[in-house]
């Protein structure tokens, strides 16, 4: 399996703060990186997509970098809506594997 | 858009199997560009990929649960079920269906609302 590792498992911040989550795989999978946003009671929700493509609808305060093994996750300036728990995924090989997921809090 | 709606028991008894129907909406499950698999999460934890499905019938599983899962699809009905076999309270958790869509990057685009299932005598 390719375990997913990301940090931090949580993060408080402020409205208007600039955010970094970052997802490390214990091996390379390219730019096959994917990263959900979940709020609670729902289902999860595709932000980005292979490592740096915004999915549609998305706004543009979100973006993702990184290739091989370390990727990350910006938001550039936090909004209400987006306290929520995020999460990364490879799509690498066909066993996909989950981060374990970054809650981001009010501080 | 597709739109997928989980449906089936909120409550198994340990050892039985449980059973979940998806229905899709918006679009034909007789689609190359689809994959449609299930993805579990036990309450306040992360999300596990149980396992694929393609609509011609080629099947994907979580090595962790291969033995005890069971994916297919009714086309006709424009559905995807999914059988898990004796089930423990480890099996208790939030399941949703999903599609992967089969672009250069694989990723999982639309999901279920993911019922609630119990596993508890």
């Known amino acids: 399996d390719i375990q997913m590792t990301q940090s931090p498992s949580s993060l408080s911040a402020s409205v208007g703060d600039r955010v970094t989550i970052t997802c490390r795989a214990s091996?390379?999978?390219?730019?096959?990186l994917n990263w959900y946003q979940q709020k609670p009671g729902k289902a999860p929700k595709l932000l980005i997509f292979?490592?740096?493509s915004l999915q549609n609808g998305v706004p543009s305060r979100f973006s993702g970098s990184g290739s091989g093994t370390d990727f990350t996750l910006t938001i550039s300036s936090l909004q209400l809506e987006d306290f929520a728990t995020y999460y990364c995924?490879?799509?690498?090989?066909?066993?996909?594997?989950f981060g374990q997921g970054t809650k981001l809090e009010i501080k | 858009q597709l739109q997928l709606q989980e449906s089936g028991p909120g409550l198994v008894t340990p050892s039985e199997t449980l059973s979940l129907t998806c229905s899709v909406s918006?679009?034909?499950?007789?689609?190359?560009?689809?994959?449609w698999g299930w993805i579990r999460q036990p309450p306040g934890k992360g999300l596990e990929w149980i396992g694929s499905?393609?609509?011609?019938?080629?099947?994907y599983y979580n090595p962790s649960l291969k033995s005890r899962v069971t994916i297919s699809v009714d086309a006709s009905r424009n559905q995807v079920s999914l059988k898990l076999s004796s089930v423990t309270a480890a099996d208790t958790a939030f399941y949703f269906c999903?599609?992967?869509?089969?672009?250069?990057?694989?990723?999982?685009?639309?999901w279920g609302q993911g019922p609630l299932v119990t596993v508890s005598s």
């Open positions: 999903a599609t992967t869509y089969l672009g250069t990057v694989y990723y999982f685009d639309s």
């Open positions: 499905i393609f609509y011609g019938g080629t099947t």
């Open positions: 292979a490592a740096s």
């Open positions: 091996q390379r999978v390219n730019n096959y």
């Open positions: 918006g679009g034909s499950i007789i689609n190359r560009n689809y994959y």
């Open positions: 995924q490879q799509s690498y090989n066909t066993l996909y594997t």
